[in-house]
């Protein structure tokens, strides 16, 4: 299953990228980098997560 994510570079852009839900944890597929990382391990300022249930619902991360 994917699931957007919504963040801000280090930089403060706006950015998108896509996360892999697994049984080991959640993976970040992002264009910034070419490798994949677990979610935990990137330097990204989470914003929004969309929701698995609804693509038009999203929610804060806090």
Known sequence: MLI???????SGEGHAVL???TTDGDLVLDN???KI???N???L??????SG?????????T
């Open 37 to 39: 990382t677990p979610f």
């Open 53 to 61: 249930d609804n693509p038009r619902l999203w929610f804060d991360i």
């Open 45 to 50: 300022d989470w914003l929004k997560i969309q």
């Open 19 to 21: 996360v892999v839900k």
């Open 41 to 43: 391990r990137t330097s």
């Open 32 to 34: 910034h980098y070419n």
């Open 4 to 10: 957007g994510k919504c963040s801000r570079t280090p």
